[in-house]
């Protein structure tokens, strides 16, 4: 499969292209060719990939919070992505427990705001939304989960994050069936 023949000059909207994996796909994406439009609220880290790789000079960057439902909608429908990868999350447990009224909005309403924003998407699309192994109920076991293990979550990130699951099976069942969007869940594996 030439993936080079798959993304060159598609328009591919990554949220949380400023943050360590989003910034890695942003420039893996643009060494494809690809017309990357970048949504992040801000610039996580420093020192940052994000800087040091010059991401800036090479996508479109787009300051927006993924809570924010009109901002998404009105990017999502200028631009009529032809791949959504959603990677936008607070992602950090500790933090999850010193702002969990931050972290349930923007790991559930903002994964809610990205697929519904997929609904403004007229031409075919394919939509990639990153959750966490930290959405399974830890068992404690040896081996890796599987799609079809028990969903948990003890602390405020993994909640958010089994409920965001949740909500993106209700879509892919409720609105993705028939239409041209086609919308897949990949868990990031937290150490």
């Given at each position: 499969?030439?993936l080079?023949k798959i993304?060159?000059?598609?328009k ?6 400023t943050?360590f994996?989003g910034s890695?796909l942003?420039?893996?994406l ?8 970048g ?7 420093n020192?940052?990939?994000f800087?040091?790789?010059n ?5 479109i960057n ?10 998404l909608?009105k990017v ?13 999350a ?6 999850s427990?010193?702002?969990?009224i931050n972290?349930?909005q ?6 809610i ?8 998407i ?5 939509a ?9 109920k830890?068992?404690?076991i040896?081996?890796g ?10 602390d405020?990130y993994?909640?958010s ?6 909500v ?9 069936p ?10 990031r594996?937290?150490?």
């Open positions: 499969m030439d080079k993304f060159k000059n598609k591919v909207i990554v949220t949380g292209h943050g994996k890695w942003t420039a893996w643009h060494n494809m060719e690809a017309k990357v439009i949504l992040s609220l801000n610039i996580p880290t020192p940052s990939h800087k040091s790789a991401i800036n000079y090479y996508s787009k300051k927006i919070d993924v809570k924010n439902l009109k901002q909608k999502f429908k200028k631009y009529q992505p032809d791949f959504v990868f959603h990677l936008a607070q992602a950090l447990v500790k933090k427990y010193q702002d969990p972290t349930w923007t790991n559930l309403v903002g994964t705001n990205v697929i519904e924003s997929l609904r403004e007229k031409n075919k699309c394919v990639v939304i990153v959750t966490s192994d930290k959405s399974y830890n068992l404690e040896s081996r989960y599987k799609e079809n293990d028990i969903l948990g979550g003890k405020p993994s909640a994050k089994v409920s965001a699951e949740i993106i099976k209700s879509y892919i069942e409720s609105f993705f028939i239409k041209k969007t086609n919308v897949f869940i990949v868990k594996r937290k150490k």
